[in-house]
């Protein structure tokens, strides 16, 4: 892959490409596709990306991916590494340590986190630099129409893609927590999430001046429920909340992708990525790592199918199912598992299993680090 390094798309178009939404997989994606050659076109159904959205964490193997796409600089420009973080109590108690610095020494680099909208100007800003087109306000409905040699569907949780080529027996499904999210204008210094009985809160690094937060509160539907529940939680959480204007919070129900589904690709020119193909709960915080992973093995593998680029192109979605399926469909197993054992009904006996289990839970951030990998 001669032109990932050089960061030049080559003259000659190997093959056409569609991909379908311009969030962080499909933006990935074309990056990849420009990279190695392809004509692209991005067909986004917002008349212009919506540039709202907290913090997205980065681990180590989704950084080597954007390494890999020549991103990672632009990355490292906005990121902050993720250290030091703790589960505790809602007195403050600590109860473990996350396993993020285990995963750092494992990894040579540490956990980053980037804003949504730092992450996806990086990759608007590479995508324009090697000629790629997005165009807005076209939400498709019908891919079976379109003519290119390769459509990825990169749509999304609701991906049209998906419904067409494997129907609505895997679909979106609600998994009855509503998750509220935002962004404070002071850094709190002290990161993690703080398991309650139902409740959960967590607070992480995005950029200077800021703590991005997320939680969950059973039955509240204002921010103002959200608030009175961690009024009495430990100190900064009743300040964030405070401190962060109620019309800037995102509240979104909670979904995953269910069943899995028994394949990423079809038809010889389909493929999916991102959450189109296997939509995960929030819990171990791997969506847009999931996404970056799945572009960029895809683009790597139709790479690799070399010149001209369709001709190999049933065999290199097959090397991409192969290599992505099975890990992606772990990690978002593992998500909503987590978000049992968070939510449980017994938060004694949890958090006396988490005091126990530091090991386990270091455990647990490395298969989370071995099963985003490639
Ligand atoms: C506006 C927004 C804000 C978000 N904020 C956060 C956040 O703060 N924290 C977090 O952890 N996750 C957030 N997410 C989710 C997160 O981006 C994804 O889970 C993850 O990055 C995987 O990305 P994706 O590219 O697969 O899907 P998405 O990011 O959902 O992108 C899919 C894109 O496809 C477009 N699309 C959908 N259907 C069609 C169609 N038929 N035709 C054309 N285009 C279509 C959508 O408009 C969207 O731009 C947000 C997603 C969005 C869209």
């Not at 020494?105 to 996806?120: F, K, M």
């Not at 429920?225 to 964030?240: G, S, T, W």
């Amino acid at each position: 892959m001669s032109d990932t390094v050089s960061g030049r798309a080559p003259d000659r178009a190997a093959g056409t490409a569609v991909v379908v939404g311009a969030g962080v997989g499909g933006l990935a994606t074309a990056i990849g596709l420009r990279r190695a050659g392809w004509e692209v076109t991005v067909l986004e159904g917002r008349t212009a990306l919506e540039r709202y959205g907290t913090a997205f964490g980065i681990h180590p193997t989704a950084q080597s991916a954007l390494d890999r796409l020549g991103l990672g600089d632009a990355l490292r420009a906005r990121a902050v590494p993720y250290r030091g973080a703790r589960i505790r109590r809602p007195d403050g108690k600590v109860l473990a340590a996350l396993p993020l610095e285990r995963i750092e020494r494992r990894a040579g680099r540490p956990e980053l986190l980037i804003s949504r909208p730092h992450l996806l100007d990086a990759l608007l800003a590479a995508l324009d630099g090697l000629g790629g087109e997005i165009a807005y306000g076209r939400r498709l409905t019908d891919p079976a129409a379109l003519g290119a040699d390769l459509v990825v569907g990169a749509d999304g949780i609701n991906s049209v893609v998906r419904t067409t080529y494997f129907g609505r027996s895997a679909g979106p499904r609600p998994i009855g927590t509503t998750a509220w999210i935002g962004i404070a204008g002071f850094e709190t210094g002290l990161y993690g999430e703080t398991w309650g009985a139902g409740r959960f809160f967590g607070m992480t690094p995005v950029e200077a001046g800021r703590t991005n937060w997320y939680a969950t509160v059973p039955g509240a539907t204002t921010a103002q429920e959200v608030r009175d529940a961690f009024a009495d939680r430990h100190d900064p959480i009743p300040r964030v909340l405070a401190a962060t204007d109620p019309t800037t919070w995102i509240r979104y129900e909670m979904r995953h992708l269910y069943p899995a589904l028994p394949g990423f690709v079809a038809d010889g020119r389909i493929a999916l990525v991102g959450d189109a193909a296997h939509a995960m709960t929030p819990n171990l915080g791997q969506g847009a790592c999931t996404a970056l992973l799945d572009a960029e093995a895809l683009t790597r593998a139709v790479a690799a199918a070399g010149p001209p680029g369709p001709a190999g192109l049933p065999d290199a979605l097959r090397a991409y199912d192969t290599e992505r399926r099975r890990g992606a469909q772990r990690v978002a197993f593992a998500s909503r598992n987590l978000h049992r054992f968070m939510t449980g009904r017994h938060p004694a006996l949890r958090d006396a299993l988490v005091r126990g289990a530091g090991a386990a839970l270091n455990r647990v951030g490395e298969r989370r680090w071995r099963a985003s990998g490639t």
